[in-house]
């Protein structure tokens, strides 16, 4: 699955560990998850989608669509 | 936006937390285990009243370390957890795939020396580690 977490939180000048500490996960996560090494969970994809103030599709794109 | 610089998160704070209680536990398990180990032959002789308490204090103390281990895994992430299940689950899988043909070898005298229980958790605790950092590589 793609998403757009990087472009997201270069957009707002944050780090990766600022975002892993606003989605309470560690940089790591966020680092696997920008790579598309690791797919987030629905809770913490929405926890994205409440942080960036998009829907959950406008961050996370399915691969196979 | 928190200042990731100054303090640590909600998150890394309880998992520091965690981690420390999970240290503590498994520190205190070993002792235990060395006092069992080494009480009959070296503090208390025969005494058999003493290795029951030594034995009992060891299994109480060790399911504190197991329900310690369960709490710091749920304080984990979903990846971090991925990742340590998924090294469990190797090592378990491991340790019954070889397990029981090393003490079977044992007994059809294909080994000359003991088959010992150590012998399997030192392999489980190398598969262990060798899956965790084959997975953290995975990830990275």
Redesign the interface.
Known sequence: MKNRLKVLRAERDWTQAQLADELEVSRQTINAIEKGKFDPSLPLAFRASRLFKLPIEEIFIDGEC | ?????ISP????SR?QKSTFKLAYWTGTWVLTTALLAFGPAFIWGEAQIFTLSALALNIIVGIGMVVSNRNHLKT?????Q?IILESLAIALGVGLILGIPYELMEATNLITFEARIGHLIILMSLTVMVSLFWN?R???
Do not use: A, F, G, I
């Not at chain 2, 936006?1 to 610089?5: A, D, I, Q, V």
């Not at chain 2, 998160?9 to 890394?12: T, V, W």
């Open positions: 936006m928190k200042n990731s610089e998160s909600p998150y890394r998992v984990l992430d979903e990846m971090e991925k953290l995975r990830y990275r």
